[in-house]
C-alpha cells in the first residue's frame, strides 16, 4: 500500500530552524501535489504548504517568508524547511500526497516542539 514516512521532527528554541523531509512509495510520485499540514490539540488540522508535480506552492500566511515547501521527484521525496520557528508552531507536522477525491494519502505524522 502507500506509504508516506515522514522525518525530522524534534525540539528546536525559538528562532530556530527545522527540515521536515517525508519520503513516498507505491504511488507516481510526480503526479501527486505533495503537502505539509499540522495540528495540535484540539484544533482542526491546518494547511501549512503545498507543492505541485510541476513546483507550484502555496504557503499558508502564517509562514509565509519563513518556511520553504521543496520537492525531489527522483527520490520521491517532499520537504519543509523550517525557518525562524515560534512557540505557536508547535504541532504535528502530516506529509500529504493528494492527486485526487480518491487517491488522497497521509503520512503518520512527526512531532515539532519549539520551546526554550
Known amino acids: 500500500q502507500v506509504q508516506l514516512v515522514e522525518s525530522g521532527g524534534g525540539l528546536v528554541q525559538p528562532g530556530g530552524s527545522l527540515r521536515l523531509s517525508c519520503t513516498a512509495s507505491r504511488i507516481i510520485f510526480r503526479l501527486y501535489t505533495m503537502g505539509w499540514y499540522r495540528q495540535t490539540p484540539g484544533k482542526q488540522r491546518e494547511l501549512v504548504a503545498h507543492i505541485t508535480g510541476d513546483g507550484t506552492t502555496n504557503y499558508a500566511d502564517s509562514v509565509k517568508g519563513r518556511f520553504i515547501i521543496s520537492r525531489d521527484n527522483a527520490k520521491n521525496t517532499v520537504y519543509l524547511q523550517m525557518n525562524s520557528l515560534k512557540p505557536e508552531d508547535a504541532a504535528v507536522y502530516y506529509c500529504?500526497?493528494?492527486?485526487?477525491?480518491?487517491?488522497?494519502?497521509w503520512g503518520q505524522g512527526t512531532q515539532v516542539t519549539v520551546s526554550s
Open positions: 500529504n500526497a493528494v492527486r485526487s477525491r480518491s487517491m488522497d494519502f
